[in-house]
């Protein structure tokens, strides 16, 4: 029995002709995810499919651990092939999860295979995925060059050598072009632990000694410029709210100093050491042509007990309902005022939030590319079907959807290309739906234009490839 078929998920004709004449072969610019850089220098061959689907896949850990697994058999010392079997016998109950259109996806793409993974079915998709992961064209980086994808955005520490990506240049044996993404998180986060040792980290790193709030300004804008020297084109921020509350520097001396000396810092002077880091970062981004990505509301490590056993990124985060529209706004304003508003692509974990979003946008767009400010693709629980769509709509509502820059994988799994495929479909789909009631022209120049521009043409000029 054959699931993924030449027109799933599109069901109209229109959708069916976009797809395949203008969607399908577009190249593929990843520009956020969280592969591996080593891995893809040392063009790493998986030794099975649970390595390479299951390992770091917080996803699949989470729907494992609600079909009642033991720990042991998701994350744990558990053989790789019972790991696997479990995922195959979670999967026929994810009925409507796209984890079970992702997995097919991959399934059929990489692997050649049309069945269904069930229990009964495991056995034997173990043997052909194990087959053909022994092969010589499934390799990492063949894998990319496969995929047609053309840009990789991984997600990297200010503090990091960026080693990797450095030999990867060097070597350029990979087809696509693959740059580093500045995530300043530990530096923001004076609130958290850990803080005081990355400060001391980070001064190592920058060869700066850091005793005030504009050494650590110092400290970063020298890392992003060393970034920006090995093809950085956006940073990334993973906020658990968006912060906006204005100090003066000697209030920002004290709170700095007391953090630094171990005292615990209260919400209200975190959020002005975070605001003075964010808008100093902001129009630095402005300065060197770089894309500020903001995440934000997300609630993690939830699950103190697992947390503590496992650690973070393992599947105990969820979504967060802190309302931060005004402070976006605010700190969006301040960087306009000093005509330092860098390109922007703003995300909410809360799908609630995409009008909001999708209106904030319109205030604070500029000349230097269409589409300055983004609304991002659904992200994380959102990067669902109906979560795709209820963005798109969203967007198409209240912004410009032609100038949209379309997706990212946000993934750990170099087998997660099939997302854009997924996104690719589900996009036809709902722009063919439009010109079939009569809502848009089926003017093909039009539509190829748009579907062209979203797959992949608007997050080119975003970013700046060639």
């Given at each position: 029995?054959?699931?993924?078929?030449?027109?799933?998920?599109l069901?109209?004709?229109?959708?069916?002709?976009?797809?395949?004449?203008?969607?399908?072969?577009?190249?593929?610019?990843?520009?956020?995810?969280?592969?591996?850089?080593?891995?893809?220098?040392?063009?790493?061959?998986?030794?099975?499919?649970?390595?390479?689907?299951?390992?770091?896949?917080?996803?699949?850990?989470?729907?494992?651990?609600?079909?009642?697994?033991?720990?042991?058999?998701?994350?744990?010392?558990?053989?790789?092939?019972?790991?696997?079997?479990?995922?195959a016998?979670?999967?026929?109950?994810a009925?409507?999860?796209?984890?079970?259109?992702?997995?097919?996806?991959?399934?059929?793409?990489?692997?050649?295979?049309?069945?269904?993974?069930?229990?009964?079915?495991?056995?034997?998709?173990?043997?052909?995925?194990?087959?053909?992961?022994?092969?010589s064209?499934?390799t990492?980086?063949?894998?990319?060059?496969?995929?047609?994808?053309?840009?990789?955005?991984?997600?990297?520490?200010?503090?990091?050598?960026?080693?990797?990506?450095?030999?990867i240049?060097?070597?350029?044996?990979?087809?696509?072009?693959?740059?580093?993404?500045?995530?300043?998180?530990?530096a923001?986060?004076?609130?958290k632990?850990?803080?005081?040792?990355?400060?001391?980290?980070?001064?190592?790193?920058?060869?700066?000694?850091?005793?005030?709030?504009?050494?650590?300004?110092?400290?970063?804008?020298?890392?992003?410029?060393?970034?920006?020297?090995l093809?950085?084109?956006?940073?990334?921020h993973?906020?658990?709210?968006?912060?906006?509350?204005?100090?003066?520097?000697?209030?920002?001396?004290?709170?700095?100093?007391?953090?630094?000396?171990?005292?615990?810092?209260?919400?209200?002077?975190?959020?002005?050491?975070?605001t003075?880091?964010?808008?100093?970062?902001?129009?630095?981004?402005?300065?060197?042509?770089?894309?500020?990505?903001?995440?934000?509301?997300?609630?993690?490590?939830?699950?103190?007990?697992?947390?503590?056993?496992?650690?973070?990124?393992?599947?105990?985060?969820?979504?967060?309902?802190?309302?931060?529209?005004?402070?976006?706004?605010?700190?969006?304003?301040?960087?306009?005022?000093?005509?330092?508003?860098?390109?922007?692509?703003?995300?909410?974990?809360?799908?609630?939030?995409?009008?909001?979003?999708?209106?904030?946008?319109?205030?604070?767009?500029?000349t230097?590319?269409?589409?300055?400010?983004?609304?991002?693709?659904?992200?994380?629980?959102?990067?669902?079907?109906?979560?795709m769509?209820?963005?798109?709509?969203?967007?198409?509502?209240?912004?410009?959807?032609?100038?949209?820059?379309?997706?990212?994988?946000?993934?750990?799994?170099?087998?997660?290309?099939?997302?854009?495929?997924?996104?690719?479909?589900?996009?036809?789909?709902?722009?063919?739906?439009?010109?079939?009631?009569?809502?848009?022209?089926?003017?093909?120049?039009?539509?190829?234009?748009?579907?062209?521009?979203?797959?992949?043409?608007?997050?080119?000029?975003?970013?700046?490839?060639?």
């Amino acid at each position: 029995m054959c699931f993924i078929k030449e027109d799933f998920l599109l069901t109209n004709e229109t959708a069916k002709r976009l797809y395949h004449k203008y969607a399908a072969d577009m190249p593929i610019i990843d520009y956020h995810c969280h592969i591996n850089p080593q891995e893809i220098y040392e063009d790493k061959q998986f030794e099975n499919i649970t390595r390479i689907w299951l390992g770091g896949d917080h996803y699949k850990w989470r729907l494992i651990r609600s079909n009642g697994v033991s720990e042991d058999e998701i994350t744990g010392s558990a053989d790789d092939r019972i790991k696997f079997e479990r995922f195959a016998q979670m999967l026929p109950r994810a009925i409507g999860n796209p984890m079970y259109h992702w997995t097919h996806l991959e399934l059929k793409r990489y692997f050649g295979y049309d069945g269904i993974l069930n229990g009964n079915t495991a056995g034997e998709v173990w043997d052909i995925c194990n087959r053909r992961l022994a092969e010589s064209d499934m390799t990492v980086r063949s894998i990319i060059k496969n995929s047609n994808v053309k840009l990789i955005g991984t997600t990297d520490d200010p503090i990091d050598s960026l080693e990797w990506h450095k030999k990867i240049a060097e070597e350029n044996g990979c087809t696509a072009k693959v740059v580093p993404s500045f995530r300043p998180d530990k530096a923001v986060n004076i609130d958290k632990e850990g803080f005081v040792d990355y400060i001391k980290r980070l001064s190592v790193s920058a060869d700066i000694e850091i005793n005030s709030v504009d050494d650590v300004k110092t400290a970063l804008t020298k890392r992003l410029e060393y970034f920006c020297g090995l093809g950085c084109c956006a940073s990334d921020h993973g906020l658990d709210y968006v912060p906006f509350a204005i100090a003066d520097e000697n209030e920002l001396e004290k709170i700095f100093v007391a953090a630094m000396n171990g005292e615990k810092i209260c919400k209200f002077d975190a959020d002005k050491y975070k605001t003075a880091i964010l808008l100093h970062l902001g129009k630095e981004y402005s300065r060197l042509g770089v894309v500020m990505q903001i995440h934000y509301g997300a609630q993690r490590n939830t699950n103190t007990k697992m947390f503590n056993s496992l650690g973070p990124d393992t599947g105990f985060d969820c979504i967060s309902t802190i309302n931060c529209g005004e402070a976006i706004t605010a700190f969006l304003n301040e960087l306009a005022k000093a005509d330092k508003l860098p390109k922007t692509v703003l995300y909410s974990l809360n799908p609630n939030d995409n009008e909001l979003l999708d209106t904030i946008l319109g205030c604070f767009q500029g000349t230097e590319v269409a589409g300055k400010i983004q609304h991002g693709s659904a992200w994380w629980f959102s990067d669902t079907k109906s979560g795709m769509e209820a963005q798109l709509k969203s967007l198409a509502n209240l912004s410009l959807l032609g100038n949209f820059i379309g997706m990212l994988t946000d993934s750990r799994s170099f087998l997660s290309y099939t997302r854009h495929e997924y996104f690719r479909r589900i996009l036809c789909n709902l722009i063919g739906e439009w010109v079939e009631n009569g809502e848009y022209p089926d003017d093909e120049t039009t539509l190829e234009s748009l579907v062209k521009d979203i797959c992949y043409n608007n997050a080119a000029r975003f970013f700046g490839i060639e």
